[in-house]
């Protein structure tokens, strides 16, 4: 069965910062896209960050420059780095792993359980 386990969310001040970590299946992380997503009360699901399995990162322009997501595919975990952090940050924090076509399988999303991010004072 695919996993996605997220950790390293909580309460942060403005300006600190968190990392998130989100360990796979190694089942499907050496063919997947990796990504964060958040999702703040209220507001739909948003894109925050990337990677693909050769390491190319896409960001959303909200968090440029102050966010980093980086993958070990030795240990089958994506991070996000978050630095800089402010309160409209605040969010549940979803991995996602989007598996890459398979011969006649198509591509698919999976989805870990989601971390909560607080950012106040």
């Known amino acids: 069965q695919v996993q996605l386990v997220e950790s390293g969310g909580g309460l942060v001040q403005p300006g600190g910062s968190l990392r998130l970590s989100c360990a796979a299946s190694g089942s499907i992380f050496s063919r997947s896209t990796m990504g964060w997503y958040r999702q703040a009360p209220g507001k739909q699901r948003e894109l925050v960050a990337t990677i693909t399995i050769g390491s190319s990162t896409n960001y959303a322009d909200s968090v440029k420059g102050r966010f980093t997501i980086s993958r070990d595919n030795a240990k089958n975990t994506v991070y996000l780095q978050m630095n800089s952090l402010r309160p409209e940050d605040t969010a549940v924090y979803y991995c996602?792993?989007?598996?890459?076509?398979?011969?006649?399988?198509?591509?698919?999303?999976?989805w870990g359980q989601g971390t909560q991010v607080t950012v106040s004072s």
């Open positions: 996602n792993a989007n598996r890459l076509r398979i011969g006649v399988l198509p591509s698919r999303d999976y």
